[in-house]
């Protein structure tokens, strides 16, 4: 029935681990065709590799997996997941209902462990349930403010002894769940008045935006309007990067302009953005002079960690188009912003070519430099894939983007292993896009052993390990606070990478200076086929700036080594 | 500020757990609960008393609201409303405690529905006032044990809570 109910609801892939609990379904799937299963080599990655897909296509990405430590594995992936609203669905077996409760066999209440990182989760207490259950649970991950959820499924569930009728359920109701769409037209007139008569207005766009498909609206009202355009890291892509108006992303390692202009504003127009403390820095002192308009479809979103002027509830493509509606309809003018533009400007020419020094021919590169290189060889159009690290800031700021679903890396939870998975999970929905994953030695060696995945499915993603010998944010922050104790920060006894890669069959090519960099970056890139494993050393002593001074407003900034705001 | 709010919640297995574990992994705080069917099978009536200000109070229900489970919801401090709590306390009874717990239990309007040569039960109602007024009068003669159902509540007049 949970075979036949995926294949009905379009599933393509299921990312799972067999084991006892989950046989029956897994004897399911090997006698059909319609759903590939893709055997991970740990449970996380399943879980990672669904919410890989689940970022790059907005549909949500499934798992199966065990009970016990099959559940218990994947639950950073979900935690993941659910830090940044991907919707996901992960079924795990569970041993029989007779049996629950008794501490047998690799019984673990899964819905308990997971209670506070999923959207909903929902345990099957009759065989003829499965199927509206497993809609329930695709509806629910998949609409309103996306998010994972677990299904719990005891063994018996899927060896019934009696035979039960498959009808798969269309559409489901749940009288206590109706995500709203349609936003306030009242709210949406004030925000309208207070965007025309602003003179220092920003539009703040976040992940909302991207799983709202609102990207084009957003950009029609912000052309409309000529208002700057910052996007948090899970929006970037909502706003062609290219663009003018686009002033990148703010926050802790945000672009100097942004925070500037943010801190500056007089007004925020917040679109699917959750205002977290990376962007916020000390809450106290956000905007101080700022009015703050906040979109978002969960209400419990709005006002949590910033007061909102004007709150609107409503699914993001809808407000901005009736938006666009009620300034297509007004007569007064806008008040002028040729001077805030000025201001912007002057700010975006302080900083320009002092953003890092690139390194010369014989050099240890700058891991910045890389990213940019990168960037060319691909034509800025590639799914970038990252783990957590000073490699996520540095490819968040050089890799520009310019469209959505093109960003794909783990901002709220910041999971060390992500990449890996998550860049495979794209790959098999996009054969003939680059994917490449900007990954530290640190992060990969939490999930490598995923190269064997990729082995036995042939999934070919670029892997770019920006090699600094070291866990080089923590030590950052060691410079920074602890007089550069660099406390197990150090990565000593590191693997050849080469062998290692090697071992599997692929193709590892080390870029030890600035002059190597171009060819392997050739050879890396010439087909889309070949899974390619590019060592590089980089400077460990660099450091991500801007960086916000903690406590400090948005505009309080470390810019280099030794310049600060 | 205290709040009383009330809910009606699919009576569905977990959806109490995912109620209680919402105040604890938001640093809610939680003073007395109450849950119990309603004239709907499918349905319980749910009852927190909780302390907070505005934005936290804001931020309790919206989360409360987000919960699937939770099918509608009333922070019945927000209108007239009547608020009742039972309790049940064992206090000493013995020489002249006797008739104190006995005229002190008439002056609240409370019963003794049970009684040995020692000890007097005594059953009362009313908002937590009441109940914390009570126990304070019988505290100095004796007080055994106490069982409090946590608030319960309604809205005043012709609003309900119902689907
Ligand atoms: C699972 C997990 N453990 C610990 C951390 C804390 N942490 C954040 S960045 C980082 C260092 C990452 O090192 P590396 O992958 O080599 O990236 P680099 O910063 O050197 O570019 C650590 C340990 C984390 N984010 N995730
Ligand atoms: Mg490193």
Known sequence: ?565 | MRHIISMLLENEPGALSRVVGLFSQRNFNIETLNVAPTDDPTLSRLTVTTHGDERIIEQITKHLNRLIDVVKLVDLTEGAHIERELMLVKVKAQGSARDEVKRTADIFRAQIVDVTPSVYTVQITGDANKMDAFLQAVTPLGVLEVARTGVSGIARGDKVLSL
């Not at chain 1, 700021?397 to 292993?417: A, D, E, H, K, V």
């Not at chain 1, 080469?498 to 890139?525: M, Q, R, S």
């Open chain 1, 1 to 565: 029935m949970i075979a036949r109910f995926l294949r009905d609801e379009g599933v393509e892939y299921i990312y799972g681990y067999p084991g006892g609990a989950a046989l029956h379904i897994y004897d399911a799937l090997f006698r059909q065709d319609d759903i590939k299963h893709i055997l991970v080599r740990h449970e996380q990655a399943a879980t990672h590799m669904a919410d890989g897909y689940a970022r790059a296509s907005g549909k949500p990405g499934v798992v199966l997996v065990t009970s016990g430590p099959g559940a218990t594995n994947a639950v950073t992936g979900i935690a993941t997941a659910y830090m940044d609203s991907i919707p996901m669905v992960v079924l795990c077996g569970q041993v029989a209902s007779h049996l629950i409760g008794e501490d047998a066999f690799q019984e673990t209440d899964i819905v308990g462990v997971t209670r506070p990182i999923v959207k909903h989760s929902f345990s099957i207490r009759h065989p003829s349930d499965i199927p509206t259950v497993l809609k329930k649970a695709f509806y629910i991950a998949s609409s309103g403010r996306p998010g994972p959820v677990v299904i719990d499924i005891p063994k018996d569930m899927t060896a019934p002894t009696e035979r039960y009728e498959y009808v798969y359920p269309r559409k489901v109701k749940l009288r206590s769940y109706n995500p709203v769409s349609r936003g306030h037209t009242g709210q949406i007139r004030k925000a309208v008045e207070l965007m025309m008569s602003a003179r220092r207005p920003v539009i703040f766009a976040g992940g909302g935006v991207i799983t709202g498909r609102a990207s084009e609206a957003l950009t029609a009202l912000a052309h409309r309007l000529n208002i700057p355009v910052i996007t948090s890291l899970m929006g970037l892509g909502a706003f062609p990067q290219n663009d003018p108006q686009s002033l990148g992303w703010p926050g802790m390692h945000g672009s100097y302009e942004s925070n500037m202009a943010m801190h500056h504003s007089d007004l925020v127009l917040g679109v699917g953005v959750r205002f977290d403390d990376r962007v916020t820095n000390n809450v106290n002192r956000f905007c101080p002079d700022a009015r703050i308009v906040h979109i978002d479809v969960d209400p419990s979103s709005i006002s949590k960690t910033v007061h909102a002027d004007v709150p609107i509830v409503g699914a993001a493509d809808h407000v901005l188009n009736e938006m666009l509606n009620q300034i297509g309809q007004r007569t007064e003018a806008q008040e002028p912003l040729d001077e805030w533009w000025e201001t912007i400007n002057a700010w975006r020419d302080e900083r320009r070519g002092k953003l890092y020094e690139p390194a010369a021919a014989g050099e240890p590169l700058k891991p910045q430099q890389v990213v940019e290189a990168v960037h060319r060889a691909t034509h800025g159009d590639a799914y970038v894939v990252t783990d957590v690290g000073q490699h996520q800031m540095f490819a968040a700021q050089y890799y520009r983007f310019n469209q959505p679903n093109r960003w794909i890396s783990s901002s709220g939870l910041g999971t060390m292993g992500y990449g890996l998975p998550a860049a495979m999970g794209i790959k098999l929905s996009y054969p003939d896009e680059h994917v490449v994953l900007f990954t530290g030695e640190g992060s990969f060696q939490m999930m490598m052993q995923e190269l064997s995945t990729c082995k036995q499915f042939g999934i070919p993603v670029k892997i770019v390990n920006l090699n600094n010998a070291s866990l080089g944010m923590v030590r950052q922050w060691q410079d920074l606070n602890y007089k550069s104790r660099h406390a197990h920060s150090y990565m000593e006894s590191l693997p050849d990478f080469e062998k290692l890669i090697g071992a599997y069959g692929f193709k590892a090519i080390t870029v030890n200076t600035a002059d190597e960099l171009e060819p392997a970056l050739e050879e890396a890139f010439r087909s889309k086929d070949e899974l390619v494993f590019l060592d590089i050393h980089v400077d460990p002593r660099e450091h991500v700036y801007p960086m916000q001074v903690p406590q400090g407003a948005m505009c309080d900034m470390l810019l280099s080594k030794t310049e600060r705001t």
